[in-house]
């Protein structure tokens, strides 16, 4: 079935550090590809996506590009900011009837970022 | 305006009781979903409903029963709270149920059985 992956967490950083959270997946087919973000005490929100081999996704500074040679989205920040503390979780949605049609997710990466 | 609202947002209750969740959307989406997130913060999809009807069932306990009296509100009534029952439940929902489409979500109901 489909599965996400993500790296194990949590990942701890300093200000204006380099962010990597590693994602592949397994998915018949063409999924598209997510990435939230869960604030502390929060609900998800969705932080960028994209539908298509080679889209990138961007949002406040956060990158991922869809790889699909490698079934890769992994996220990526120049320059991580304390308020970027936070669980990010990535998944995968294909278009197909019954279950596969649910948004699938990774199991999360608990960032955090010190002053 | 909330997109996707849950109500309670803190649950605390005894063992063999029940208990309900409301979720509502303002968004004039089709789809809406329950997920249950444990104490490691693995999410795992519990129902989806598409215009009022339940679209898939995953192995949830029938003691769990979701409702959607309109495709704007989808509640989640249990039977007989366990302690394994102790987590947070998101309702979300979207558009629709295609590939392209992302998924709105509430803030959370906290449910702890003791």
């Known amino acids: 079935g489909d599965s996400v992956t993500q790296m194990e967490g949590p990942v701890t950083l300093s200000e204006e550090a380099f962010l990597t959270i590693n994602c592949t997946y397994t998915a018949t087919g063409y999924p598209s590809l997510f990435w939230y973000v869960q604030y502390p005490g929060e609900g998800l929100q969705l932080l960028l996506k994209?539908?298509?081999?080679?889209d990138k996704g961007s949002n406040k500074g956060f990158e991922a590009t869809y790889r699909k040679e490698t079934t890769s989205f992994h996220l990526e920040k120049g320059s991580v900011q304390v308020s970027d503390s936070a669980v990010y979780f990535c998944?995968?949605?294909?278009?197909?009837?019954?279950?596969?049609?649910?948004?699938?997710f990774g199991k999360g990466t608990k960032l955090s970022v010190k002053p | 305006d909330t997109a996707v609202s849950q109500t309670p947002k803190y649950l605390v209750t005894q063992m063999g009781n029940d208990k309900s969740i409301k979720c509502e959307q303002n968004?004039?989406?089709?789809?809406m979903y329950w997920y249950k997130q444990d104490s490691k913060k693995f999410l795992k999809i519990m129902f989806s409903y598409n215009n009022k009807e339940l679209i898939i069932n995953e192995t949830v306990p029938n003691r769990f029963s979701p409702k959607s009296p309109d495709k704007a509100h989808l509640n989640l009534h249990i039977n007989s709270l366990e302690l394994g029952d102790s987590a947070v439940y998101f309702c979300?929902?979207?558009?629709?149920?295609?590939?392209?489409?992302?998924?709105?979500f509430g803030q959370g109901t906290r449910l702890t059985v003791v």
């Open positions: 979300a929902s979207s558009q629709d149920r295609f590939r392209g489409t992302e998924a709105f």
């Open positions: 968004l004039g989406h089709d789809t």
């Open positions: 994209a539908t298509k081999a080679d």
């Open positions: 998944a995968l949605r294909r278009a197909q009837g019954g279950s596969q049609g649910n948004l699938i």
